[in-house]
Each structure stands twice: as structure tokens, then as C-alpha cells.
């Protein structure tokens, strides 16, 4: 088996285990959830009860109840992707007369990076408590198409404030709640959103300056190597020009640990530049990812698995224009996700 051939079976499994991610996010139906659920049904009667059962207690806890696995494969794959751009590229790149502040941007990043991911990971949301409450109706006012007044959360026993949700991971309501992201294990509402975003903006700008330094490492290496004038026999006894092909070949058997991270940072630089672009753009129209869902009808059937008031959320075609109710405008809906609205304190007289 060639290395083009197992670089290409790298790539399916992870966009396998991207497609995993996306199918237990929340969504209701995609592509690959109706596969998954047709491929569950064809083996279901020749799978052990025991199987059947520990895989789906498993997808339970890993998807919807609070946990630190995800936290800690975070920290695995980083720490695996940072010691091997440590290891080998750091040391090409300094023959290569790379500057060493060039070089040091990644670590800066991954300490930028690091603090956000803490804060994510750390920051109350804006949970809404007895305490609070009275303040935080006051905060947003109902639109009446999304978010409609005296409607109980029957878990919490209160009344839902403009904006709020009941997580069913966290048990609890979060103020302006956006969604509950398993890689940081905490929900994203009013109080965290903003480290949320500068989190993935950190992210995708470390995974993009550490691709672009190994590409150039690689480039470097080739033109080196004078393989682009190089020539080789084919399986004919033919003489051939050294293509692009032949090239990629080279590199994956001199440099095939290095090629596989460049692929990993690429897949994830491409998926998280995706999110954080849809994220920006709900900072700016100052709508959360919950209410985007809501306007087209996606709801997670394990999470609602019955009808409740939720179903009231979904916007009629006829109010499609008025679905910013919430925009004041860009720069003010900026203002709101890096210095939220806080509940109105009530001086007890």
C-alpha cells in the first residue's frame, strides 16, 4: 500500500469522525445521520443486546451529559500536533534561516489560545437562578415569535427570560444561550460567548501560521532536493519528467509524519475557520446559534424527544423579514457579545 493510498483513507476517517461530531451536535437530520440510522437498523438484529446497549449509553455520555473526555482529547491532539511541529518542522525551518519570531507565533498562539479555551471552559454562562431572575427578565424583551412571556421552564421552576434555554446537559437555564459545546464542557450564553469566539478565531489563526511554516518547510525541502528536474523510469522502461505526483510521492516517504500533520491542521483550520465565520456572523446580526436552529425548525430529537412549547419558536414564513429583533446594529451588537448586558440589580429597601 502506497502512502497516497493510506493518505486517502486518513482523510476518510476524519472526515468520518467529523461527520460523527456533526451527527451528535444537535442537528436533526443530515446525510449522514439517515446513513448511520439505516446502517444501525441492517446490523441491529445480529449485534449483541449488550453491544447494542453499551454503544448507546456511551454516545449518551459523550453527547449529552456533561463530561472531560472531549477536554482531555483536545489537550491529547495538541499536545501530539505541537510536539511533532516541535520535533521536526522547528528544526528544518531553523536551517532554513527562518527567523525565530517567525517561529515563535505558533507558542504565542497557543497561549493566547489557551487562556480562552480556560475562560470557555471555566466561565459561568449566565445561568439564570432565583436569585438573579427578577433582573434577567428585564434584560431582553420578548419578540413574541421566538421568545414568548410566562412561558415555564418545568425543570427549573421559573419563568424563561427573552433568550434563555434549559440546557438538558447542564440542567440549568443560561441566559442568551447559544449551545452547549461538548470540547469545552460547558454551555455558551451571555457571559462566555465572547470568549467562544476569540477561542476559534485563536484556533484557526495557530492551526493556519503552523500550516503555512510547514508548507514552506516542505517547499524548501523539494526545491533542495533539485527533484523538480529530476527524472525516473516508468513501468514501461520510459523516461519521465518528475511531475507533481512523483513529488507528493517524495515527500511522503521523507517526511511522512510531517505530511500527516500538515493534513490534520488543514482539516482543522478548514472546519473551524467554517464555524467561526458562522459564529461571526451571528455576532453581527447579534443572533445565537439556538435561535438559528429554531427559525428552521432544527431541533435534536434525543434532547425533544416529545412536543413541547419550544415548538412555538419557529418562525412562519410571513415573519421571516423580522427575524433580527434583537440587531441594534453591528457595532452595538459587537458591544453586546465583549461587554453583555448584565440583570438589573434591585436594591432591597
Not at 532554513?96 to 480556560?118: A, G, I, R, W
Request: proline letters at 4%; glycine letters at 6%; one cysteine or more.
Amino acid at each position: 500500500m502506497d502512502f497516497l493510498t493510506l493518505f486517502a483513507i486518513y482523510v476518510v476517517v476524519v472526515l468520518t469522525c467529523i461527520a460523527l461530531v456533526c451527527k451528535y451536535s444537535g442537528q436533526q437530520q443530515t446525510p449522514f445521520g439517515l446513513l448511520f440510522d439505516s446502517v444501525t437498523k441492517v446490523i441491529a438484529p445480529w449485534t449483541p443486546l449488550w453491544l447494542q446497549n453499551f454503544t448507546q449509553r456511551t454516545l449518551h455520555m459523550l453527547f449529552h451529559q456533561r463530561n472531560r473526555m472531549f477536554i482531555y482529547l483536545h489537550i491529547l491532539l495538541e499536545g501530539a500536533v505541537y510536539t511533532e511541529f516541535t520535533y521536526e518542522v522547528f528544526g528544518y525551518c531553523r536551517d532554513m534561516d527562518t527567523t525565530l519570531s517567525s517561529l515563535s507565533v505558533p507558542y504565542v498562539l497557543l497561549v493566547v489560545k489557551s487562556c480562552f479555551f480556560y475562560l470557555c471552559i471555566r466561565r459561568e454562562p449566565g445561568t439564570v437562578t432565583k436569585k438573579r431572575h427578577a433582573g434577567q427578565l428585564q434584560v431582553y424583551p420578548y419578540d413574541k415569535r421566538m421568545f414568548h412571556p410566562g412561558v415555564c421552564c418545568p425543570t427549573c421552576q421559573l419563568v424563561k427570560p427573552a433568550r434563555s434555554k434549559h440546557c438538558r446537559v447542564c440542567n440549568r437555564c443560561v441566559q442568551r444561550f447559544d449551545h452547549h459545546c461538548v470540547w469545552v464542557n460547558n454551555c455558551i450564553g451571555a457571559q462566555n460567548t465572547r470568549y467562544f469566539l476569540l477561542y476559534l478565531l485563536s484556533v484557526c489563526a495557530m492551526a493556519a501560521d503552523m500550516a503555512l511554516l510547514t508548507v514552506d518547510m516542505l517547499l524548501h525541502a523539494v526545491m533542495r532536493s533539485g527533484i523538480l528536474q529530476a527524472r525516473y523510469i516508468d513501468d514501461d522502461g520510459q523516461q519521465q519528467q518528475a511531475g507533481m505526483l512523483f513529488v507528493i510521492q517524495h515527500l511522503f516517504l521523507t517526511f511522512p509524519r510531517i505530511v500527516f500533520m500538515l493534513g490534520f491542521l488543514v482539516f482543522v483550520f478548514l472546519l473551524l475557520a467554517g464555524y467561526a465565520m458562522f459564529h461571526s456572523y451571528l455576532a453581527l446580526v447579534n443572533q445565537t446559534s439556538n435561535e438559528w436552529y429554531k427559525g428552521r425548525g432544527n431541533v435534536c430529537q434525543h434532547c425533544h424527544p416529545s412536543p413541547s412549547s419550544d415548538h412555538l419558536c419557529g418562525l412562519p414564513a410571513s415573519d421571516q423579514s423580522k427575524r433580527w429583533f434583537y440587531s441594534r446594529g453591528v457595532l452595538r451588537n459587537l458591544g453586546e457579545i465583549f461587554f453583555p448586558l448584565r440583570p438589573v440589580q434591585r436594591k432591597d429597601n
